[in-house]
């Protein structure tokens, strides 16, 4: 028996998604926080994907204050204004190595190849996985200082202090993880971003002043913490929180998530357009 197709199967009635070439600002901004809310599920399905800006804050702060307290600062308590936002810099610029992390999952899971089916702005699965990260520096942000006052931590600028001391490393760990989202966009493999990340931040982090005054190291190392743009930031943290000072370090800071932000967020995207 022969059977004749008189036209393509699914031709008659079949609601088809037309291509969109361009899409609208407004359109890409609606899609972006729709990619943003997908994330946020994520989140609330798998809690514990938070467990490192849950529980990192807790064991750092207080594995570094008991055993470091007593010998730099002499008791525990006069090392809190100096370790919590040591602590609190380190956390949120390790929580933005995840996100060049689980982009290149998604990549790697064919979710991004699933997106560039749909007629939305192709940026959006992109920029939309970024400020969902804004809610882990939040929650890390939130946990480092709750830590902190448990343990007897009291800023003497006060809670507007405290807030814009927050607001400040929310806005440069935004900016610094589009450096890791360029590195999951470019690099094939996410244990590949985890491992550079780590290799990145090791340095950056713990030849810093986060931990120990800069004038108890040796002088060539002092030379590297002073150029440091995580000793800039932690002392900009430092004043604002415990001072309610905003000084020349949080305008660098500010001055440096401005830079990173104007150069790897459009290289990002430029990459990222071409391979979606």
């Known amino acids: 028996m022969t059977t004749t197709l008189s036209r393509p199967a699914g031709s008659a009635g079949t609601p088809t998604v037309e291509a969109v070439d361009r899409v609208s600002i407004r ?16 989140i609330k399905h798998n809690p514990q994907q938070l467990a490192d ?5 807790i064991v750092f702060t207080a594995v570094f204050a008991y055993i470091f307290g007593g010998a730099i600062s002499g008791d525990v308590q006069s090392y809190l204004p ?23 999952e998604d990549m790697d899971k064919g979710v991004f190849d699933r997106f560039r089916s749909l007629p939305i702005a192709r940026i959006a699965p992109l ?6 990260d804004v809610v882990r520096y939040l929650i890390a942000t939130t946990i480092t200082f709750a830590t902190g006052f448990a343990m007897g931590y009291r800023p003497q600028g006060g809670i507007v202090s405290v ?14 993880s589009w450096i890791f989202a360029l590195m999951g966009v470019v690099m094939n493999k996410a244990a590949a971003v985890q491992g550079s990340s780590m290799m990145i931040l090791f340095p950056l982090t713990f030849l810093s002043n986060a931990f120990v005054p800069a004038d108890t190291m040796p002088g060539w190392m002092q030379a590297f ?3 440091n743009p995580v000793s800039h930031l932690v002392t900009a943290v430092r004043e604002l ?4 000072h905003f000084g020349i370090s949080s305008v660098w800071a500010l001055l440096g998530a401005t830079v990173i932000a104007a150069i790897m967020a459009p290289l990002t995207v430029w990459i990222y357009m071409r391979k979606a």
Do not use: W
Request: charged residues 10%.
């Open 27 to 42: 359109d890409s901004v609606a899609h972006t926080f729709t990619m943003a809310y997908r994330g946020f599920l994520k």
């Open 53 to 57: 800006v849950i529980v990192q804050p």
């Open 82 to 104: 100096i370790i919590i936002p040591g602590v609190l810099v380190h956390t949120v610029i390790t929580t933005s190595t995840v996100t060049g992390t689980q982009l290149r």
């Open 127 to 132: 920029s939309g996985a970024l400020i969902a």
């Open 163 to 176: 807030v814009c001391a927050a607001l400040l490393i929310i806005v440069c760990g935004f900016a610094i």
């Open 225 to 227: 913490v002073d150029v």
């Open 241 to 244: 929180a415990n001072d309610g």
